[in-house]
């Protein structure tokens, strides 16, 4: 009897050299070719120091690809295992294909040199000269996005000489190189003459392209040119069969890639090895890693919704109870100010609008969140990366519980599914937040989650990493439908309690919608008409960087881009504004009209007023970090580019500077790295581009914003929370809701925006350029998690914070530190290789001008 026919998916492994575009590889390589793609890093703890044991592995895999990443071909350290694939003996061989690293770490391998670029190319566009065979049989033109400081050089005439003696030399190897034909070449700059896009070893079945394929802005060729090696690589493995019938570790190979040869020879395909894997693609560890006697995350969530019976209240959120009215003319500040936000904590996270109060043009504006603070019961958790402790604590600073924690977000995604309501209805399905946490990251907790160590928080400046307060009272405003939700997840008996604040905000609005005085606009001037704010400004000083020290610091970034070790750089700056404390003015109150000035100023899609504890925070970001809905469908809004409103500079000035090469490289090298993160989460295919680098106008900026959207398996695309319409009934969200959306949001901290490219490389770079010093909340985000499954965070830029300094009985204690207000605004903006210093100082200060004109 004919054995079954057994046909599966070919197997690819995937060398990962700790590049943040790796999962846009391996998403278009599964999309396009029929395989499955196992992935690790090129310093894999079972095979860095075990050659053999890695060449046994790689006989599971059909063919591998060397992917890119940071630093040079000639560092082990950099390429780890790619050196093995290129030493392997005959009986070894499998097809490779490298790509940027891995494409010079091939050509290195064979002969060639490694050199610097004069002009290094990333986020660039250009049209390559390729040979029409091998790679690019059958493909026509060919735009490829590149990202590479370094080039390879075989000494081909045409990169010694810059001229070849006939057209077809162009194809031919040199001399020094003679197992590498070129397959492409890129003549965009003049300044670095011709540089090799591509090659093939002319006896190995070994490729290599120097651009990158996956990127969404090279054109659809790029896949063209991967299916292409498939089919090269597919045919190698047929000829190496043929040649060789009675090779098992050749027959195994080839029964997972080639349809029908399993019944012609007989062979039962191969179990799946790897299956216990190492995941790569950066989703949430399932474990915990604790010590026994501490306290798991089921603790902490029992004791956020149901108390200790002593003098923690028992507030299970089952149900949302919710009422709704208009809002009229009613403001987000006229409901904080009528629920008394200013003289206590509270969290507000407000949209700008129009003057007719409906949300503003650029889309992202339609819904303002008041988180209300209970005195003496509100719990927050307080997260500190110095110590790894997650505190529960109360608004006295009273710690009720607190754990060692290895993964801190492992804790609060468990904490958040056992938050979930359990009952029918839960609430409003157009309500985008009904309760739950709400509060900020900082850059260092995001550093923990990419592998770079944070730098340690100053003695005098202690503040939680991750600080939520467990928000169980609400009011959403619905600014397109100038709707009012007011809601409470405190159990049972709070009813009461909606029903009366509901009617006082509807009494606000009907008192406002009887005055007929004209409307004051949305934009008074705030020193005409707050007289402590102008005392408080006037007393300020503010301290920034001088222009040649932040210049230097760029030309230090550029360094390491031009020797291969990122490819754009978010420098940042941290500035101080000191104000020396007053009687005349009222320390509780000041902030929020400090925040009321910003908002005149300023007004954006995602500002937030926040006091927690001994941190407020004044914010007028523009830039969504990453929101996903109650299905798990996820959106990011990466900004890059920025021109500063000045008199005279029209939409067509901002037009004109924002579409350069070097804004638009900016943009994109963002854009690829968010695609590859919710790659990770949300798989091939379900990852798209919405936004391709569009201008929004903002109230003092232009700015470039692209758009990419994760949507999970099965689910049909949802629309974002501002194409929601009229809501009409009331729902139960999915118990797999939280899990995507906070893996997804873990998965891309710290924002690529304020870090660049490679991530995890960049970090590291960054920490050293900006001498260890912690950036804090800024660079972080800030925002909520539904106990619905739903979640909106927005970068912590444009934005000022204040830390209080711990109250001391010590007399020996600095006087500044009881009399002065000390305010930190950062400010930065990307560095590539097409940046010039004063450009960069330029920029950066524009940002910090947005800001700080609040204390000017």
């Known amino acids: 009897m004919a054995p079954a026919l057994v046909t599966r998916p070919g197997k690819i492994l995937y060398l990962d050299a700790y590049d943040s575009f790796s999962n846009n590889i391996i998403a278009l390589v599964e999309q396009q070719l029929d395989v499955k793609v196992v992935s690790i890093h090129i310093d894999d703890p079972r095979f860095i120091n075990d050659t053999a044991r890695f060449t046994e592995y790689l006989k599971n895999f059909d063919a591998a690809i060397a992917g890119p990443g940071p630093g040079t071909a000639t560092n082990d350290n950099d390429v780890g295992l790619m050196n093995v694939l290129w030493k392997l003996q ?23 040199s490694i050199q610097r670029l004069p002009q290094p190319r990333h986020g660039l566009v250009a049209e390559i ?36 003696r006939y057209p077809r030399q162009l194809w031919v190897p040199s001399e020094p190189c003679p197992d590498l034909e070129p397959l492409a070449w890129d003549f965009d700059d003049k300044r670095n ?26 054109n659809e060729d790029g896949t063209r040119i991967l299916q292409n090696w498939w089919t090269e690589a597919q045919a190698w493995l047929r000829n190496r069969l043929i040649s060789a019938p009675n090779d098992q570790h050749l027959i195994s190979k080839s029964s997972m890639t080639i349809a029908g040869f399993n019944t012609l020879l007989g062979i039962q395909d191969l179990d799946d090895c790897n299956r216990n894997q190492r995941d790569t693609t950066s989703k949430l560890r399932n474990t915990i890693d604790i010590d026994e006697s501490m306290a798991g995350p089921e603790v902490f969530a029992r004791l956020l919704a149901h108390g200790d019976s002593e003098s923690l209240p028992d507030l299970p959120p089952d149900i949302v109870h919710v009422a709704t009215c208009g809002s009229g003319r009613l403001k987000v500040q006229d409901v904080c100010d009528l629920f008394k936000i200013p003289e206590r904590e509270a969290i507000v996270l407000e949209s700008c609008v129009q003057s007719d109060l409906l949300p503003t043009k650029v889309g992202t504006g339609r ?81 923990e989650t990419i592998g770079v160590d944070p730098s340690p928080c100053p003695e005098d400046e202690k503040i939680a990493d991750i600080c939520f307060a467990y928000v169980t009272r609400s009011i959403v405003f619905d600014h397109k439908f100038k709707k009012i939700y007011i809601q409470s997840i405190r159990g049972s008996d709070d009813m009461d309690w909606v029903r009366d604040a509901t009617a006082r905000i509807s009494q606000r609005a ?57 490819y754009e750089l978010c420098l940042t700056s941290q500035n101080e504004v000191r104000i020396p404390r007053h009687e005349l003015y009222d320390t509780e109150l000041l902030p929020w009209r400090l925040y009321k000035n910003l908002m005149s100023r300023n007004p954006a899609p995602f500002s937030a007023f926040v006091r927690l504890g001994n941190t407020t925070i004044l914010s007028s970001s523009p830039e969504r970090f990453m929101s996903w809905d109650r299905s798990g ?10 021109v500063r409103k000045a008199p005279g500079l029209t939409y067509e000035d901002a037009d004109a500077i924002l579409s350069t090469p070097k804004e638009r490289a900016e943009n994109l090298m963002i854009l690829d790295l968010v695609r590859h993160q919710l790659h990770g989460v949300y798989g091939p295919g379900n990852v798209h581009v919405t936004q391709l680098m569009e201008i929004e106008e903002y109230e003092t900026l232009w700015q470039l914003v692209s758009v990419v959207e994760g949507v999970p398996e099965g689910v049909q695309k949802a629309k974002t929370p501002e194409e929601w319409e009229e809501p009409v009934d009331y729902v139960r969200p999915k118990s797999s809701s939280n899990s995507i959306g906070i ?72 006087p500044e530190t009881q009399e002065y207000d000390v305010w930190r605004v950062g400010a930065g903006g990307a560095v590539t290789a097409q940046s010039t210093p004063e450009g960069e100082y330029a920029e950066m200060f524009a940002k910090l001008h947005s800001t700080l004109s609040v204390f000017q």
């Open 633 to 642: 469908c996820a959106q990011c809004r990466p900004i890059k580019g920025t």
């Open 90 to 112: 005959d009986t070894e061989l499998l097809p490779v294909l490298g790509i940027c690293l891995g494409f010079q770490s091939l050509a290195a391998a064979y002969g060639a």
């Open 743 to 814: 893996d997804a949001f873990v998965a891309s901290l710290p924002p690529g925006s304020m870090t660049g490219a490679p991530k995890k490389r960049s970090c590291e770079i960054l920490k050293e350029i900006e001498n260890e010093r912690r950036r804090g909340i800024y660079s972080g985000v800030l925002g909520y998690l539904d106990v619905g499954g739903g979640g909106d965070f927005s970068v912590v830029i444009r934005t000022a914070v204040k830390v209080d300094p711990e109250k001391s009985t010590d007399s020996t204690s600095p």
């Open 367 to 447: 819904y303002s969140i008041i988180g209300l603070i209970i005195p003496g019961e509100t719990l927050r958790l307080h997260y500190y990366t110095d110590t790894q402790k997650l505190q529960l604590q109360t608004d006295d600073d009273r710690v009720h519980l607190q754990s060692r924690v290895a993964n801190v977000w492992a804790y609060i995604k468990s904490i958040m599914v056992h938050l979930m309501p359990s009952t029918q209805p839960a609430g409003p399905s157009f309500a985008p937040f009904w309760g739950g946490l709400m509060g900020y990251v900082s850059y260092e907790a995001g550093l």
């Open 193 to 218: 003459g011709a540089v090799l896009m591509a090659v093939r070893h002319r006896e190995k079945p070994f490729w290599g392209v120097q651009f990158h394929p996956e990127s969404i802005c090279t």
């Open 510 to 566: 009907y008192e406002l919608s009887q005055d007929r005085t004209p409307s004051p606009g949305l934009k008074p001037n705030p020193f005409e008409i707050d007289i402590v704010i102008k005392l408080y400004a006037e007393r300020a000083t503010a301290s920034v960087p001088s222009q040649d020290r932040y210049c230097d610091a760029v030309k230090a970034c550029q360094q390491f881009i031009a020797a291969g070790d990122s």
């Open 129 to 164: 000269l390729h040979s029409g065979r091998s790679l690019f049989e059958d493909v026509d033109q060919v735009m490829a996005t590149q990202y590479h400081s370094l080039q390879v050089n075989i000494a081909h005439p045409i990169q010694a000489q810059r001229a070849v």
